[in-house]
């Protein structure tokens, strides 16, 4: 009797949950269920909703490309985020920011950075301010409570004013294996993520373009439950280091249906991000779809279960690889790739456990190495430029249960063989180029 009337208690609270929330998801719209549709044309500002968008030109915003609209973007925020659901809009227009920084922390549920407009950088490196301790362009950071980034707008980090400059500094290469804290003030003269979003839930980026970032686009840190979708990355393929998209200290995340074409990773994915599931994204030109690099300093680090499949590559280095530091520990594993079509990629398959990034004097200086096991390579097909797979794993510490089924890649320029060390695992199916000799 006493369970039955706590099935039944539990059903009522569920019904009254329910109600209650989707009253909320009415009134105010969970993802802002009026904007849901309206990525690509900006909302007429009719009854009700007008309460909760934030027009930034209506908090002084000029938007006329060379006043500095930064205050105007703080203060639309500030009253944005105070209402459940608000909206803070860019509305068509250019409009130049400084480095700012959006906190979440005290926003009510639901914030959402609705871009139509062009928003753009200082178009120098001297027209930047504080640029001695900014680590980024634009933070969002701590938006506990969801935050949607969305529109068909363009954000331009007028990068060719760094790129090719002396100021490229060391601790871009560090930077993957380093967390920040997005209030740190250390001195960097590091610049520039575009766009960073750090310790936030429930992330949502879509439709809108980023592009020319000084380094890389989009930097995702201590987050969880990041859906990007319907992005659009675009940087010369000779800018230095301006990766896509880099997740690090990050998990759930899904990429799809989007295009990224940049100097280096299109995706990277580092130490403590696991559950990621990469799929329809077209990369090129750059580096590809990468793990790592990870272990850099003899750190620890950490990637578990990854996805990436219904993808293409072209015109890059590297397809689909896993890159790890010599002297580094923790794991890799439980990674897939599969259903991936390269078109003319230089390596299309690579795992490199003796990962340098052009270090001088960097060989297997240490017995210890990330750990590499149970890594998935399946239907990848298309052609390659210089060799077909390159697989170099640790003496110390093997690759382990490496599989790999329906590989067929042909050179488009010269015919490379596959270099195989120290991998164990199976192929699974006839190969072209053959692979029986690789996997021990
Ligand atoms: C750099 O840009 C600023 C505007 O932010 C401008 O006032 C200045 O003249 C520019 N300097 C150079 C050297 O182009
Ligand atoms: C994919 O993204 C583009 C924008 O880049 C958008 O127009 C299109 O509707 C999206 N398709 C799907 C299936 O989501
Ligand atoms: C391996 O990763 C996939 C996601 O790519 C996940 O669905 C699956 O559960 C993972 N397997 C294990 C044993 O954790």
Not at 375 to 382: L, S
Request: glycine share 10%; net charge positive; aromatic share 12%.
């Amino acid at each position: 009797m006493a369970k039955f009337i706590q099935k039944y208690l539990s059903f009522l609270i569920s019904i009254v949950l329910y109600f209650n929330f989707s009253g909320h998801t009415f009134c105010y719209g969970s993802e802002s269920n009026y904007l849901k549709n309206e990525l690509m044309n900006p909302p007429n500002y009719v009854g009700q909703l007008a309460f909760y968008i934030f027009n930034v030109k209506q908090f002084g915003a000029k938007g006329n490309g060379f006043t500095d609209d930064s205050k105007a973007f703080q203060a639309a925020f500030q009253a944005a985020c105070k209402v459940r659901g608000g909206v803070m809009l860019v509305p068509s227009g250019t409009f130049l920011l400084q480095p700012i920084t959006f906190y979440g922390n005290n926003c009510q549920r639901y914030f959402t950075w609705q871009v139509y407009g062009l928003i753009v950088a200082p178009p120098n490196i001297s027209g930047w301010k504080g640029i001695s301790y900014h680590y980024q362009w634009i933070l969002f950071s701590g938006f506990s409570k969801g935050i949607t980034i969305q529109g068909n707008g363009v954000v331009d980090g007028r990068g060719n004013a760094w790129w090719g400059k002396s100021r490229n500094p060391p601790h871009v290469k560090h930077l993957e294996n380093h967390l920040i804290s997005p209030t740190s003030k250390k001195t960097l003269n590091n610049p520039f993520i575009a766009i960073r979003i750090a310790k936030s839930y429930k992330v949502t980026v879509r439709g809108i373009k980023i592009q020319n970032s000084p380094r890389m686009h989009i930097f995702l840190d201590e987050c969880q439950q990041v859906t990007i979708s319907g992005l659009t990355i675009l940087a010369p393929q000779e800018s230095p280091n301006t990766d896509g998209i880099h997740i690090s200290h990050t998990q759930h995340v899904e990429i799809y249906n989007s295009t990224i074409g940049t100097g280096d990773d299109c995706i990277g994915i580092l130490t403590e991000s696991s559950d990621v599931r990469i799929h329809d994204v077209h990369c090129g030109p750059g580096h590809g779809y990468s793990i790592g690099g990870l272990g850099l300093n003899n750190q620890e680090a950490h990637v578990t279960n990854v996805h990436v499949y219904d993808s293409t590559v072209a015109y890059t280095l590297t397809g689909v690889r896993i890159k790890t530091w010599p002297g580094g520990s923790g794991y890799v594993n439980n990674i897939t790739f599969s259903h991936i079509t390269m078109t003319n990629v230089k390596t299309p398959i690579v795992i490199d456990q003796n990962y340098c990034n052009g270090k001088k004097g960097c060989t297997w200086t240490s017995k210890n190495a990330v750990a590499i096991s149970g890594v998935t390579f399946e239907n990848i097909i298309g052609t390659y430029s210089y060799q077909p797979a390159s697989l170099v794993c640790s003496v110390y510490k093997p690759c382990t249960n490496i599989l790999m089924g329906t590989i067929n890649l042909t050179p488009s320029g010269r015919s490379g063989s596959p270099i195989c060390q120290n991998a164990y695992g199976r192929v699974l199916t006839n190969t072209t180029p053959s692979l029986k000799n690789c996997l021990k």
